[in-house]
């Protein structure tokens, strides 16, 4: 049998509840977790919590900190808010235990940069949860960008759309907290944007930034019923766009709404010299692991399938067309399974961060989700700040003028809570 990893979880909203859906699919399989903690600053959102998953009330706490005092813990996930993530984070590594924390990373660069820095600080193992990159839709584009079957890569496009999606707004099922300025910060570049924004670079292997042009807006229509329902104190953009340039020529194009009066946006794809590839359905959602049995995901959508379609010229200049199935379920992603059976870790980002913790993976085998996630972190505040000055920003400039706006002091029923983090000094 596998060597138990005994886990914490911090936050107990909704995505906690998927969270604890892949632990117990996981489970299913032989990977031997068990839940002995959890924290959350609601009460009965927690006591509810607790009885949901059959964790006793002495394992229960309000103040997190309480929780970080156990000798008994391997791990510790956190599940809160956006403008939260470097705050918890960065204390639970400063405690002694390795962290795996939801996306995004953090809602600036500056934050990001100190989350990422205290894994060496503390000497911590951390992950950051990127869905879209634990799938065979990924690994395949990637293959063959490395193996030259697009030519040169010279453009790039990275899609995110909703007809009218706004978490915590036009879905009230999800928290407020997505449209408070404070605590969710920014809107879909920074919610769902993740998702594609980090597949790209990550396929592209991680091409350095030179600029960034961007715009944002919070156009999108509202009703004063439901700002009065969601207690909306301030706009959050819903939408954000951008050209960036790269080093050695390459251009990415961003467009990530939460919601727009249009139906078809389009895909992301990536173009070479001699093709390109189109991705269809990326996984936003966490994969076959995140789905409950005989039920739905946890916080609506789909089950995505994701596929590629790669286009093409060959040596006699004969245009091709050639779609990949490439989901972890379909003929494609079982044959890769049976060929190769170490790849299951890199299929859920959950799985990957467990085996790592085991010593399955190393630094040298893992996907560096942490790097991953703060440079799209980077990317994503200079469309911010170029929307802010209204002009192109240099990466050197966003480095110089990135600051960190995460929560320093928390406000709760008990007290509050004083969060101890470096500051950002610009590189």
């Not at 911090?10 to 489970?27: A, D, F, K, Y």
């Not at 789905?291 to 089950?303: D, T």
Request: negative net charge.
């Amino acid at each position: 049998m596998k060597k138990e990893i005994r886990i914490a979880i911090i936050g107990c909203g909704m995505i906690s509840h998927r969270h604890m859906t892949v632990i117990e699919n996981l489970n299913k399989r032989g990977e031997n977790l068990r839940v002995v903690a959890a924290a959350e600053i609601d009460k009965e959102k927690l006591l509810a919590w607790g009885k949901q998953y059959g964790i006793d009330e002495k394992d229960l706490y309000q103040d997190f900190r309480e929780m970080l005092k156990r000798d008994d813990i391997d791990e510790v996930e956190v599940c809160v808010h956006n403008n939260l993530h470097t705050s918890v984070a960065t204390a639970v590594m400063a405690a002694g235990f390795p962290c795996y924390s939801e996306k995004p990373m953090a809602c600036s660069y500056a934050d990001a940069k100190i989350l990422y820095d205290a894994q060496k600080k503390y000497g911590q193992k951390l992950a950051v949860q990127i869905s879209s990159i634990y799938n065979p839709q990924t690994r395949i584009a990637k293959k063959m960008i490395e193996e030259g079957k697009l030519g040169k890569v010279y453009h790039a496009r990275s899609v995110g759309h909703r007809r009218q999606g706004r978490p915590g707004y036009d879905m009230q099922f999800f928290s407020k907290d997505f449209i408070d300025p404070e605590i969710g910060v920014h809107g879909p570049l920074f919610d769902l944007g993740i998702y594609h924004l980090a597949q790209m670079l990550y396929v592209l292997g991680m091409p350095e930034l030179e600029s960034v042009y961007g715009v944002q807006s919070c156009d999108y229509w509202t009703h004063p019923t439901i700002d009065a329902q969601t207690n909306r104190k301030a706009p959050v953009e819903d939408l954000g766009i951008g050209i960036a340039k790269f080093k050695g020529g390459l251009s990415m194009d961003i467009y990530e709404d939460w919601a727009i009066h249009m139906d078809e946006i389009g895909t992301s794809f990536i173009a070479g010299k001699n093709g390109g590839i189109k991705f269809i359905d990326v996984d936003s959602t966490g994969g076959p692991m995140a789905v409950p049995e005989g039920g739905g995901i946890v916080g609506g959508g789909h089950l995505q399938t994701p596929k590629l379609e790669h286009f093409g010229v060959d040596e006699d200049g004969n245009l091709f067309a050639t779609k990949l199935d490439c989901a972890i379920g379909d003929i494609t992603g079982q044959q890769e399974l049976a060929l190769h059976p170490e790849m299951v870790m890199y299929n859920d980002n959950q799985l990957h961060w467990y085996s790592y913790l085991r010593g399955d993976l190393t630094d040298e085998t893992r996907i560096d989700s942490p790097y991953i996630a703060m440079q799209t972190a980077f990317l994503s505040e200079g469309v911010v700040l170029s929307n802010e000055l209204g002009r192109s920003v240099t990466a050197d400039e966003i480095k110089k003028m990135s600051k960190s706006i995460a929560i320093r002091e928390q406000k709760t029923d008990f007290g509050v809570i004083k969060y101890d983090f470096d500051e950002y000094v610009p590189e």
